[in-house]
DNA sequence: GCTAAATATTAGGATTGCCTAAAAATATAT
DNA sequence: ATATATTTTTAGGCAATCCTAATATTTAGC
């Protein structure tokens, strides 16, 4: 298993490819490679089990290609909790860090990790980290931006967008915020929000509140 | 830089780059590579400038191999450190771990690292730590087979062997430690120490003696 | 000081992973 | 329903790094 291998299971995983079939073009589109070189890899991953491939159909991850990738984010989180409450990063900073230590990361190095840092169960921007078995908890797929008006709701997760961390760090919303939603403006204008905790009112811009995911905290 | 290429230049530096012409069959040799294949990436290196190779004679490090050979024993340690001092693995493990993890540290990581470790000036097995700018301070090379009897030395260094580190540790003997030499029996016989701090008596073998580095501490 | 042994370099190939361009298959739109 | 556009696969190449085998150079023994 190569750096480059792991990618490919790792981007696969997370463009859904436990559920449903990922076409060669968005393999593609996120790694940044051209569509003979994913077909190429595919075919490989084919030879190992990690991957089905319908040709033409699209690729999806088969049992063990699951484990694998789990795996692999299990050990990019913890580095990334890592950098962020250890080292004292902040959110935005530490995904280029771990993308490249996750693929030096021995399961043992993982293990200690995770006891040094308290079994987190949590990276900072929200993602679950899956245990040592792989096991992982469901996640919110509910948006900020679909909250309703008045709805009081807690902050569970952030996409792992560099510009989109960047934004949220100067606005001061966090991973675990409790917020109460205010208004939404109208022609696609920001949701704003007011942090119970400490009252203070937030404007989310509206791309921002689709990739924020939120969990109700009231009734 | 590929890692290739960086294990190659640290490998120079290990192997006294900086002072001597290093042969290529030493290189092929620690790296456990071809000759042939250490003639090419030489020439490689040659024209990164980061070494100087005369054909036939030997290869040595330019400066700015040194420093980048500095940097990499920098990062090494700094990571041995951490799994030592901080995610408490023993002495002897950390080598591979800190192999790959060297390779995909950047510099402001290594900074990271050294500050939360509390600027250590040394590895677990004693090796100095360079500093940011690659500064770092001699080493002995005093070997505690060369003590003489009843000299009063602490113990500053051992050699990165996993093989000598699992005998040292089961041995109980431990960097920093302050011993005082017994004597030496013959026929390449053990040396016999006491340590001053508990007068827990051990008897280092020959051999192990001649890849332990030591530093007086009597008159 | 010459010959044999050791060491170094060169040459030719393999592998991995990427690319571009051409060909094949599928999807879309009128 | 067919023509066009899109997507996928195939084919041929390139770069890095390794290998083995052949050749060249240096070192060492007698």
Known sequence: MTPMKEDYIKIIFELGGINKKISNKEIALALDVAAGSVTEMISKLVEEKLVVHEPYAGISLTKKGQRYATELVRKHRLWETFLVDKLNYNMADVHPEA???????????????????????????????????????????????????????????????????????DLGLNVEDDIKVIRHDPFEGPIQI?????????????????????????G
């Open 99 to 169: 993308e490249v230590l996750e693929h030096q990361t021995s399961d043992r190095l993982a293990s200690s990790l995770d006891n040094f840092l308290g079994y987190p169960k949590h990276c900072p921007h929200g993602g679950v980290i899956p245990d040592e078995n792989g096991h992982f908890d469901d996640i919110s797929h509910e948006m900020l931006a679909m909250a309703k008006d008045n709805e009081e709701v807690e902050i569970e997760r952030f996409l792992d967008n560099h510009e989109l961390l960047v934004y949220l760090t």
């Open 194 to 218: 007011v942090r119970k905790t400490d009252q203070k009112a937030m404007a989310v811009s509206y791309k921002a509140a689709h990739n924020i995911f939120v969990r109700k905290t009231n």
